[in-house]
């Protein structure tokens, strides 16, 4: 059964009916409502262990109400690995990175799809479109396959070539446009009444930040029912960032934190693509949009969120920050935590590492403090930015002062 009561328009708080077909409620996102007392009636927290390890343990906390209609293919949990080298490197007493390139495709895109397509699948949807520039379309691609439906991708022409080959070797029909995303969500929408599809966009239906969400979820269970004293998040889109802040209010009306303090949420973008710290410094609401988007953390190359009011929101009521780093740096921020600590982190997470680095230097966050780094896709993804001068070597007349140097 599903717990969901109703939806709820995220500008004005407008109740709207659940378990219908809906896409944004005055041109912005919808949250899903649940009767959270009825879920605390039905399961208690420590039940949870018993469960699979994937993110359906928190079936109560998510929408589908009928389990045939769940399209899964076993994401989640991810591990949430300590990180001392880079810790030690940074200066901060505890690091921890919750590696989300362990998922089935290769990035925290799966939880959002696997959510959503199920979702659509309920509601008797058979045809997706989905505008990207990374890890998002060969996740809907993987998750529409599995649930055999028709999938379309329209992605930037300079997308990384994995997410590009990814998207078709899926079976989505996929299209590369010379533009920014925003072009590509243009297409979507000349093209919904001609085609039929129905618009999977960030944010453009109430679903994705319900799977998002559960990355909270994993992590509060994970630290035995508590939160870091920080979060820091590489934000585009932002739907992960503002599904954790809706996890976390969830658990805690249910009572199943230990501590009402809630982390600091920092959201943390490329200079090259930042259109939120602007507007938390001037105390604006809404994000302008960025002109001449440029990154090579595909994923952060959202010249404007449609949920910007919500990570907004929720990073000012963390009492965190949004942060841009520089985007020359992004590749050496990256670099730096997959040496220290053998994780293949992705350039979007590298604007994480330096912006826990930017905000310990101004004090933002304690050195004390415990901190967790959301690494939301793997490295492999991005060949572009893993190039490396090789030196060769003859194996018929070794020279070891090259390898000894």
């Given at each position: 059964?599903?717990?969901v009561t109703h939806l709820e328009g995220a500008i004005d708080g407008a109740r709207l009916p659940a378990h219908t077909v809906q896409t944004l409620h005055e041109g912005r996102p919808i949250w899903v409502r649940y009767d959270l007392g009825a879920v605390?009636?039905?399961?208690?927290?420590?039940?949870?262990?018993?469960?699979?390890?994937?993110?359906?343990?928190?079936?109560?906390?998510?929408?589908?109400?009928?389990?045939?209609?769940?399209?899964?293919?076993?994401?989640?949990?991810?591990?949430?690995?300590?990180?001392?080298?880079?810790?030690?490197?940074?200066?901060?007493?505890?690091?921890?990175?919750?590696?989300e390139s362990q998922l089935p495709t290769g990035s925290f895109k799966s939880r959002g799809q696997a959510a959503a397509i199920s979702m659509a699948k309920?509601?008797?949807?058979?045809?997706?479109?989905?505008?990207?520039?990374?890890?998002?379309?060969?996740?809907?691609?993987?998750?529409?396959?599995?649930a055999g439906m028709e999938a379309y991708v329209f992605m930037p022409r300079d997308t990384p070539v994995v997410n590009q080959l990814e998207a078709a070797f899926f079976g989505a029909k996929t299209f590369l446009v010379n533009g920014l995303i925003t072009d590509c969500a243009k297409i979507i929408g000349e093209g919904r009444e001609r085609l039929g599809w129905f618009d999977?966009?960030?944010?453009?239906?109430?679903?994705?930040?319900?799977?998002?969400?559960?990355?909270?979820?994993?992590?509060a269970e994970q630290l035995g029912w508590s939160l870091p004293d920080a979060i820091f998040?590489?934000?585009?889109?932002?739907?992960?960032?503002?599904?954790?802040?809706?996890?976390?209010?969830?658990?805690?009306?249910?009572?199943?934190?230990?501590?009402?303090?809630?982390?600091?949420?920092?959201?943390?973008?490329s200079s090259g693509c930042a259109s939120l710290p602007p507007a938390f410094e001037s105390g604006e609401r809404f994000a302008a949009p960025v002109e001449n988007a440029h990154t090579v953390a595909s994923g952060l190359r959202v010249p404007r969120a449609i949920g910007d009011f919500m990570i907004l929101d929720a990073v000012r009521e963390s009492g965190g920050?949004?942060?841009?780093?520089?985007?020359?740096?992004?590749?050496?921020?990256?670099?730096?935590?997959?040496?220290?600590?053998?994780?293949?982190?992705?350039?979007?997470?590298?604007?994480c590492i330096g912006g826990l680095d930017l905000a310990l230097q101004n004090g933002w966050v304690s050195r004390d403090d415990h901190v967790v780094i959301f690494n939301t896709g793997a490295a492999q993804k991005y060949i572009e930015t893993m190039q490396a001068d090789l030196p060769e070597v003859d194996h018929t007349s070794i020279d070891w002062s090259l390898i000894e140097r």
């Open positions: 059964m599903s717990y605390g009636a039905s399961v208690k927290r420590d039940s949870l262990r018993d469960r699979e390890p994937t993110m359906w343990r928190y079936r109560e906390l998510l929408p589908v109400r009928d389990d045939a209609n769940i399209v899964s293919l076993g994401e989640g949990m991810t591990p949430l690995l300590d990180c001392p080298r880079l810790a030690a490197r940074l200066g901060v007493a505890r690091l921890q990175i919750k590696d309920e509601l008797g949807i058979t045809r997706l479109a989905i505008p990207t520039a990374g890890n998002a379309g060969g996740a809907m691609a993987a998750y529409a396959a599995r999977l966009s960030t944010l453009k239906e109430p679903y994705r930040i319900e799977g998002k969400k559960t990355m909270g979820l994993e992590l998040y590489p934000t585009g889109g932002g739907t992960g960032l503002i599904g954790m802040w809706k996890a976390f209010a969830e658990l805690e009306a249910l009572g199943w934190l230990d501590s009402a303090d809630r982390p600091k949420m920092f959201s943390c973008q920050r949004a942060l841009a780093v520089d985007e020359d740096r992004l590749v050496e921020w990256s670099s730096l935590g997959a040496q220290a600590e053998g994780i293949s982190i992705c350039p979007e997470d590298g604007a």
